[in-house]
């Protein structure tokens, strides 16, 4: 009885089997045949465009599509391994064709590779097909063979669709004749019209979020604004909006920095910088260390970028950043901290010998609070003194006092000129 059960199941199978053969890529059914897969690639050549190109090709496989057309805007690789890209765009089981347009736009580096290397290509009236080299902005020494050059040009993307009708194309599964025009009668006139639906691909929220900190410019503007914010937090004496968004916006630009060639020095840079300018910003106006943080600044922003100079921020980017830093330490910081810390009511002479509480911890530097006013302090002791405890002024320097304890703490000094 088992070798005939085994028979029949064998009987079974076999018409299934011979029908999914007889569905490859020369013989799709008509249906699925007139899909037309469109994919957008827009930007540098990140891992989200990478996975946007494989997700579109898989989906078109499984939807057995006509052809998939990538209109192409895109630039060089950053963080990819381009040679399996490649492979993958080239060895589809479905047709690949690409466009490169919009007008305006173009297709650098492993873009103008990738539209090179497909068997059919054509170039938007008033966009450019650039060079090959670099094909990696990120490893300006990475190169392959120089694919075919494409002279074809199409004004539209649907005019391209419809130039694709009627061709064979060479896929992993075979030659495949494309259909994508019909024609159909309209008023007792023929016309031509895409032949099935037009699926489109492009980055979802996700992908465009992570495409978007990938942008070079973009990551150094998030890195720098974030570390300003968090230095700004820091003297409010509190955590607030400021800080978390500047906490959000420095784990966005190191993000972004994770998958560009940045210079680990350059970066060092820009930490030194801003720590420098922050020590005028407590000293409470312009000094040498505001010059020393401004060329650090500005030398760890031109050089930020190893690989190919098409990386660089461009000089209206380096001025923003770099100019609006400097003038919000040393204008909007030292405003914020003399609002925050003074009272026009107090005269700041004053104060010295009043008696206050310890708002925050002062080990050295901490906030008091002396007639009902919050003022940066600065212990004058080895020894901390605690949150809560209670505090005498001995001295005022610019906007900080100069605290001790109150037991153990040296004499008013206008308490001794008395007595002497």
């Known amino acids: ?60 496989e499984n939807a057995h599509a006509t052809v998939v057309v990538f209109q192409m805007n895109a630039s060089g690789a950053v963080d990819v391994d381009v040679p399996s890209l490649l492979h993958d765009f080239t060895h589809a089981s479905v047709p690949v064709a690409v466009w490169v ?15 090179r290397s497909a068997e059919f290509a054509a170039v938007a009236p008033g966009a450019h097909l650039g060079s ?60 031509r019209e895409p032949r099935g639906e037009i699926h489109f691909h492009k980055l979802g929220l996700g992908g465009q979020v992570q495409h978007t900190l990938d942008s070079p410019w973009v990551a150094y503007f998030l890195f720098v604004a974030g570390l300003a914010l968090i230095v700004f ?15 959000v916006m420095l784990i966005g630009g190191c993000f972004g920095f994770s998958h560009l060639p940045v210079e680990p020095w350059a ?21 040498p260390w505001t010059f ?33 830093t400097i003038v919000f330490m040393l204008s909007g910081m030292t405003a914020m901290i003399r609002s925050r810390f003074s009272t026009p009511t107090i005269g700041r002479e004053d104060l010295v010998g009043e008696m206050g509480s310890a708002e925050a911890d002062v080990d050295p530097d901490g906030v008091v609070r002396i007639r009902e006013a919050l003022w940066r302090a600065r212990t004058n002791r080895a020894t901390p003194i605690r949150a809560g405890d209670r505090v005498r002024v001995v001295s005022v320097e610019g906007v900080v006092l100069e605290v001790e304890p109150e037991a153990g703490g040296a004499r008013d000094y206008r308490e001794r000129h008395k007595r002497s």
């Open 1 to 60: 009885m088992r070798p005939l059960r085994l028979l029949a199941l064998a009987l079974i199978a076999l018409p299934l089997w011979a029908g999914s053969v007889g569905t490859g890529a020369g013989a799709v059914p008509v249906d699925q045949a007139s899909r037309v897969d469109v994919v957008q690639v827009n930007g540098l050549i990140d891992p989200a465009n990478a996975a946007l190109i494989r997700s579109a090709l898989r989906e078109a």
């Open 101 to 115: 347009g919009p007008s305006g736009g173009g297709a650098h580096g492993a873009a103008a590779l990738l539209a």
């Open 132 to 191: 090959v080299d670099p094909i990696r902005y990120d490893d300006t020494s990475f190169t392959l063979p120089a694919p075919h050059q494409v002279t074809a040009s199409a004004a539209t993307l649907l005019e391209f669709i419809g130039s694709l009708d009627g061709k064979v194309a060479h896929t992993s599964n075979g030659d495949v004749t494309m259909a994508t025009i019909k024609v159909v009668d309209v008023n007792g006139r023929q016309t």
């Open 233 to 247: 937090e820091f003297y409010t004496a509190g955590v607030g909006i400021a800080g978390a968004l500047g906490a």
């Open 267 to 287: 970066i060092g840079l820009l930490l030194f910088g801003v720590f420098g300018l922050t020590i005028d910003v407590q000293a409470g106006g312009l000094g």
């Open 292 to 324: 020393i943080g401004g060329i650090s600044l500005t030398a760890g922003s031109i050089w930020l970028y190893g690989g190919s100079s098409r990386l660089d921020p461009q000089w209206w980017v380096l001025v923003l950043v770099i100019g609006g």
